[in-house]
């Protein structure tokens, strides 16, 4: 029995059921996928994603090719460039594309120096970062995270030199915004790799972050993606791969409690009660332990409940449009794509406005100034929207979840989403007056709609102390709880959040004592 149906909870199944197990995943909500899931009925004739738009990590995993989804029409659009920093009111930009070299030349616009120095760091994160990733597809262990990262930078290539392999040491130990000042010069290329770092979460300045920065010279090898037909269909995928070992999935039903019965388990669900051998937890784990589980270890559910979740994270806007942002000069007509609209639009004019977010953040009100990344898929997917209309997501972070300026998310949240759409306005002029609708997405509505606890898409925060053996609680960080037949997966495990499938593929592992 595995509970949420969440795109890790649906790979673990699969897994297993592919094994041979029988497996039924149950989930509260009317449709698959968790946070990756995608709408029809929010805005007549769009397809809108509710949670995560752009597929990156799981391509780097071996999961897309062993459960052979696209067998089950699971296809993918390649975003190149996969992301773009528009300079405003040049008409120029850095793009980033799947090839390092024509994205070295898109710098080189800005910075000669930067070109060389991108090329540098790629090659230097890239190599890292190969090995990094060896520890998130296997149970996490002290030895092999260190293991890994002594092998990959002390021990090879033989002509790197000492100092070198210790100042990357350094570098994974300091706060990501200090690595980006240290690598690049020209300010529009600092910023664009401020943003795109600060996706997973932290801060620009907390310590120990360094790879935020440098996992993102991996895209360049598994590039990124969107799911053809909204980000839903990798969930449509899993379940028919899922039905197609023999495996079932029961919707619109929420778990209310989940017990031990004998050399069992019990797990009630609306109106029906299941018993299985074995239970995964798929869900968020704070709600599993606190909310669902009975007679849990009660120490390990009063630190459960102490796990960090943080205040927010950020809100997303879904729009429906007219036409498409155009980033250049003069108010230009957006009727016809342009190479950028594959790519995330990063909307940041300068660290300093990143920052005052995120002091925002800390003093628990929304930000006055909120950075965007636009997203406008349907340019490379016209299954998206009707015919000469398109879809922008834009997502915005640093969103607190508490608020304690007398507000409430309920009562702002047109007010805010304005500000979202009004940054690209002021980057694409052409876009005033063309929004046709909108689906809002707040820190609370995160919450309410796709059960992420305060708003947090990552389940937990993703500092050092809660990722690898430590996530969520060392004790359970290999998949597995205290009692007989209980297992864990998703972003509340390692290696955490994102469309990854990680997790699953790992819990599957030890539930089937794979090796190797």
């Keep these: 029995m595995v509970v949420g149906a969440g795109h890790n909870g649906l790979i673990c199944a699969c897994y297993l059921a592919k094994a041979g197990l029988k497996v039924v995943v149950v989930e509260k909500r009317d449709l698959p996928g968790g946070a990756v899931c995608t709408r029809e009925d929010l805005i007549a004739g769009f397809r809108m994603d509710v949670g995560s738009s752009v597929h990156i990590m799981i391509h780097l995993t071996p999961i897309l090719a062993e459960l052979n989804l696209a067998r089950e029409g699971l296809e993918y659009i390649e975003m190149d ?5 528009p300079v405003e009111g040049t008409g120029r930009g850095i793009s980033f594309h799947r090839s390092v070299e024509k994205t070295c030349e898109s710098i080189a616009q800005f910075s000669l120096r930067d070109a060389e120095a991108y090329r540098r760091y790629v090659e230097r994160w890239t190599e890292l970062n190969e090995g990094v990733f060896e520890t998130f597809l296997a149970p996490p262990s002290p030895g092999r995270l260190f293991g890994t990262i002594l092998k990959r930078n002390l021990f090879r290539p033989k002509s790197r030199k000492l100092w070198s392999s210790l100042d990357t040491a350094r570098q994974l ?33 907390e310590v ?13 090898q598994c590039g990124a993606k969107r799911a053809k037909g909204g980000s839903g269909a990798l969930a449509t995928a899993l379940v028919k791969c899922l039905q197609r070992h023999g495996g079932e999935v029961v919707l619109g039903q929420a778990v209310k409690e989940v017990r031990k019965a004998g050399k069992g388990w ?30 849990g270890p009660k120490d390990l559910t009063e630190r459960m409940g102490k796990a960090r979740i943080g205040n927010g994270f950020g809100m997303v806007v879904r729009h429906a449009v007219e036409e498409l942002p155009v980033y250049g000069r003069e108010n230009e007509n957006g009727s016809k794509p342009r190479e950028y609209h594959s790519a995330m639009q990063l909307l940041c004019r300068n660290q300093d406005m990143l920052e005052s977010s995120y002091r925002d953040y800390l003093a628990f009100q929304p930000p006055a100034k909120p950075s965007v990344i636009a997203m406008t898929f349907s340019a490379i997917d016209p299954t998206l929207a009707p015919e000469g209309k398109h879809t922008l997501f834009t997502w915005a972070q640093y969103h607190s979840y508490e608020l304690r300026n007398g507000e409430s998310w309920d009562g702002i949240r047109e007010r805010e989403a304005d500000k979202l759409y009004d940054l690209v306005c002021e980057y694409a002029p052409n876009m005033k007056g063309k929004m ?19 708003g947090n898409v990552m389940h937990f925060e993703m500092s050092l102390d809660q990722m690898f053996m430590f996530r969520p609680l060392p004790e359970i960080s290999c998949y597995r709880a205290p009692m007989k037949g209980l297992y864990l997966t998703g972003a509340s495990t390692h290696p955490g959040g994102g469309v990854f499938g990680a997790s699953g593929r790992n819990t599957a592992k030890v539930i089937l004592g794979w090796r190797g």
């Design 436 to 454: 046709i609708g909108r689906y809002i997405q707040t820190p609370l509505d995160i919450e309410r709609d796709l059960g992420l606890l305060r």
């Design 266 to 295: 019990e797990v009630e669900a609306g109106e029906r009660v299941f018993t299985a051998g074995k239970v995964v937890a798929a869900c968020h784990l704070k709600t599993f332990f606190c909310d669902l589980l009975k007679e």
């Design 208 to 220: 120990a972050t360094g790879d935020m920065f440098g996992w993102n010279a991996m895209i360049h």
């Design 173 to 205: 130990m300091a706060p990501y915004g200090s690595v980006i000042q240290e690598t690049f010069e020209n300010e529009h290329l600092r910023t664009a790799m401020l943003w795109l770092s600060a996706q997973s979460g932290p801060a620009p300045a």
């Design 81 to 85: 460039p996969w992301a773009y920093y």
